[in-house]
């Protein structure tokens, strides 16, 4: 990815992941003070064939007084450690949110913005409430999620905060072992001394650390 345009040097971007970011704090003073900044931008995306194609876009963003926007007032802790086998609908955290042009009763509504792999958590848009979803965590797929969610009010258009909430997740034994093979049936000869080596099994358990190893034990049918 490759960013230019008159207002390049006030923006960043991964040439890889094609994430944008300020690159300094931007403030409506640096344009005149008015409430209708705007930075224009050209993004370009170039694949790695011998004969690179791209295609390009534009990028249009506008800056808002920070004074018109929600303001999220809980919560203080934005950190959490959970373990994966933790019952769908458990309370992770709840956001509270006001309007400054609405107030508080400002029909201020909550969402997930963006980071939950797997749908693993939900949020009630009325009460902010962020939750374990009915597929619940999974620690081999997400060791953490980076979750942002968001306040937004009921204006039109509408402005919205957004707020990142990181959940760490702890592996429990919420896998068996699954063998390589259900039946095993090799042929040995008579005789042989021992220790003749008659087969070798092997089972994988996709938990990790202790949860992960696995033992054998031996047992006959008469």
Do not use: C
Not at 84 to 112: M, N, Y
Not at 134 to 158: K, M
Not at 175 to 202: A, G
């Amino acid at each position: 990815y490759f960013l230019s345009g008159e207002d390049v040097s006030k923006f960043t971007m991964n040439k890889e992941t094609g994430v944008i970011k300020a690159a300094r704090e931007l403030r409506l003073e640096d344009n005149g003070g008015g409430d209708d900044t705007v930075y224009k931008l050209q993004i370009q995306a170039t694949d790695g064939g011998k004969e690179p194609k791209s295609a390009s876009a534009e990028l249009i963003v506008k800056l808002w007084p920070r004074h018109l926007f929600p303001i999220i007032t809980a919560p203080t802790d934005t950190k959490f450690t959970l373990s994966e086998d933790v019952a769908a609908g458990r309370v992770i955290t709840k956001l509270s949110a006001s309007s400054p042009k609405l107030g508080a009763v400002g029909g201020v509504r909550f969402a997930i913005a963006g980071g939950n792999i797997g749908d693993a958590l939900r949020m009630d848009a009325n009460t902010g409430e962020v939750l374990v979803s009915g597929g619940g965590l999974d620690y081999e797929t997400a060791p953490q999620y980076e979750v942002w969610v968001e306040a937004r009010d009921s204006d039109n258009p509408p402005l919205r905060t957004v707020l990142q909430l990181i959940i760490n997740v702890t592996d429990a034994n919420d896998n068996p072992p699954v063998m390589e093979s259900s039946l095993y049936n090799p042929m040995i000869l008579e005789e042989e001394p021992p220790p003749q080596k008659v087969v070798r099994v092997k089972a994988t358990d996709a938990d990790s650390g202790m949860n992960g190893r696995t033992t054998s034990t031996e047992s006959s049918k008469s």
